[in-house]
């Protein structure tokens, strides 16, 4: 298979999902019923109103552990195809990857110093 068969096939794919997303969403609005009730834009939850505001703001300490959450995660998400990779490039990916694991356990190292890990 050549490379513009593929890509052919990539298009394909892309216009039958968009086709079919759009197809599902006509269908959804063309059958499923609308009702204006004002009670509908009011906050709730399980069923009775909340008493706090919609717009609340989080405490700063929880940003640490979103950032933390997301440098981990995003190591994962290269890590997966690193591995296959890793057969056909041999050394020089496993450099990559080891510099790449030095830079995040540097920010472990960082966010352990400022404390990012103490119970509050």
């Known amino acids: 298979m050549n490379a513009l068969t593929?890509?052919?096939?990539?298009?394909?794919?892309?216009?039958?999902?968009v086709a079919l997303v759009l197809s599902l969403y006509a269908l959804a609005?063309?059958?499923g019923r609308t009702r204006v009730e004002?009670?509908?834009?009011v906050p709730a939850t399980a069923g009775s109103l909340a008493r706090d505001p919609v717009w609340v703001r989080?405490?700063?300490?929880?940003?640490?552990?979103?950032?933390?959450?997301?440098?981990f995660?995003?190591?994962?998400?290269?890590?997966?195809p690193w591995a296959v990779v890793y057969r056909e490039e041999?050394?020089?990916?496993?450099?990559?990857?080891?510099?790449?694991?030095a830079i995040l356990f540097l920010g472990?190292?960082?966010g352990w110093s400022q404390g990012a890990f103490?119970?509050?």
């Open 6 to 17: 593929q890509y052919a096939l990539l298009l394909g794919l892309t216009l039958g999902t």
């Open 29 to 31: 609005r063309a059958i």
């Open 38 to 41: 004002p009670v509908k834009d």
């Open 58 to 71: 989080y405490h700063a300490r929880y940003y640490g552990y979103a950032l933390l959450f997301l440098a």
């Open 73 to 80: 995660d995003m190591e994962m998400a290269f890590m997966y």
């Open 90 to 101: 041999g050394l020089v990916a496993l450099l990559d990857m080891g510099v790449f694991l």
């Open 108 to 110: 472990l190292l960082y």
């Open 118 to 120: 103490r119970r509050q």
